[in-house]
């Protein structure tokens, strides 16, 4: 779980570092600055991804039964809630409008749950 914790958050990061510099509308204020936001991002994703995992798992079993489809859906939702959020606490990072962010958020859900799904085969 701790690995799959840690590639969740790495690839957050990592995604959207990349995704600043491909998406006009995504802009970090400086490397290291947006490096402390995109880790800090990535660590909120991570943590709050398995925590709403876990809770609606326990709630909804239709999303236990879609599988690898279910975990994206619910990272997908939480991206989307921190990416919407986040700026509040993190002036570093500064988005674009609404369906942008939400785009990179989905992009960023698949990234992680493909990164998970692969270090999982991996071992």
């Given at each position: 779980m701790a690995v799959a914790l840690f590639v969740s958050f790495l690839?957050?990061?990592?995604?959207?570092?990349?995704?600043?510099?491909?998406?006009?509308?995504i802009k970090l204020q400086g490397f290291v600055p947006g490096l402390k936001a995109a880790g800090l991002y990535g660590l909120a994703s991570a943590g709050l991804g398995l925590v709403a995992k876990i809770v609606i798992k326990l709630l909804f079993l239709p999303i236990v039964l879609?599988?690898?489809?279910?975990?994206?859906?619910?990272?997908?939702?939480?991206?989307?809630?921190?990416?919407?959020?986040?700026?509040?606490?993190?002036?570093?990072?500064?988005?674009?409008?609404?369906?942008?962010?939400?785009?990179v958020a989905v992009a960023l859900a698949?990234?992680?749950?493909?990164?998970?799904i692969a270090v999982r085969y991996w071992n």
């Open positions: 690839g957050f990061a990592v995604g959207l570092m990349l995704a600043s510099l491909f998406v006009r509308e879609l599988g690898p489809l279910g975990d994206l859906l619910i990272q997908a939702l939480v991206n989307v809630a921190l990416m919407i959020v986040g700026p509040l606490f993190a002036p570093e990072i500064k988005l674009g409008p609404r369906r942008t962010t939400t785009y698949v990234l992680q749950i493909g990164l998970q």
